[in-house]
């Protein structure tokens, strides 16, 4: 069989899970023969990046909580690389059968952790080795700021209080920096490391904007969430989307949190 290829290892036109990965990647130690944990793995970014490198001594074990990605994965990996599995598993409560590793990874995962992120993070802890490191990557708080304000803005003008109400709920719920660094602290991690990287996104307006496969997937959808009325919605995006060129360029906020289990130098 042909061995997978660096763009299915790390896809270069993956434009959000790669840049998400390569800021994981400049925190994470990776060597040969390490035994990884990687949550909410999706499709295998970057699970793949990390059992070619630590290759048939090392171990990679993939979890995500949808069966669809999984499966996905799988196909993708086929016979290739038997170090590493990918599994169907909720992270917020894992197994006690699940080992210790040596390193854990999660790219994209934090918004995942609801609704008690911080247990969840506790959680992986315990299935860290003394010495092991944890590396968490996430969208920030500061993530499209200037889209969510002129959303905002656009609310109040129209007097949607409902609605605006429901939205600032989302947006106050995003993890931020800060919040991801003091669980850390709380964890007595060492070496903690909390930053992020901008990250442009680009898009066109109107309906480019609207069904940016990006954008309309997540991000997007929590704002038609705040309408029962969901051809208010559509009309309030509609609008949005005419007056978009105001706020860009959208930027994203690439969260890295990353520590090492600090028992190892007991």
């Known amino acids: 069989m ?28 990776l060597q040969a023969g390490l035994h990884i944990l990687d949550v909410a793995c999706g499709s ?38 038997p170090w590493l599995r990918f599994e169907c ?77 429901r939205f600032q709920t989302y947006l106050q719920e995003r993890p931020s920096i800060e919040e991801g660094r003091d669980w850390l602290e709380r964890l007595a991690l060492d070496r903690i490391v909390a930053a992020d990287y901008p990250l442009p996104v680009e898009t066109g307006t109107g309906r480019d904007f609207l069904e940016h496969p990006l954008l309309r997937r997540g991000f997007l959808d929590d704002v038609y969430e705040c309408f029962d009325d969901q051809r208010g919605a559509e009309r309030f995006m509609s609008g949005i989307a005419r007056v978009l060129p105001a706020c860009l360029p959208l930027i994203a906020r690439r969260g890295v949190l990353a520590g090492w289990n600090r028992q190892a130098a007991e």
């Open 2 to 29: 042909t061995p997978l290829s660096t763009k299915q290892l790390l896809p270069k036109d993956d434009s959000w899970s790669t840049p998400f990965a390569e800021s994981l990647l400049q925190h994470l130690d």
């Open 44 to 81: 295998g970014i970057p699970a793949f990046y990390l059992a070619e490198q630590v290759g048939p001594s090392g171990q990679v074990l993939g979890l995500d909580v949808n069966a669809h990605q999984i499966a996905y994965a799988r196909s993708i990996q086929g016979s290739q690389m």
């Open 89 to 165: 598993a909720d992270v917020r409560a894992l197994p006690d059968t699940i080992a210790q590793f040596d390193r854990i990874t999660g790219n994209l995962s934090v918004m995942f952790f609801r609704p008690d992120r911080f247990d969840t993070v506790k959680g992986l802890i315990d299935h860290l080795k003394s010495g092991g490191q944890i590396v968490l990557t996430f969208p920030s708080q500061g993530t499209f700021d200037s889209l969510w304000a002129l959303i905002d803005r656009h609310m109040v003008e129209e007097g949607l209080t409902v609605e605006r109400e």
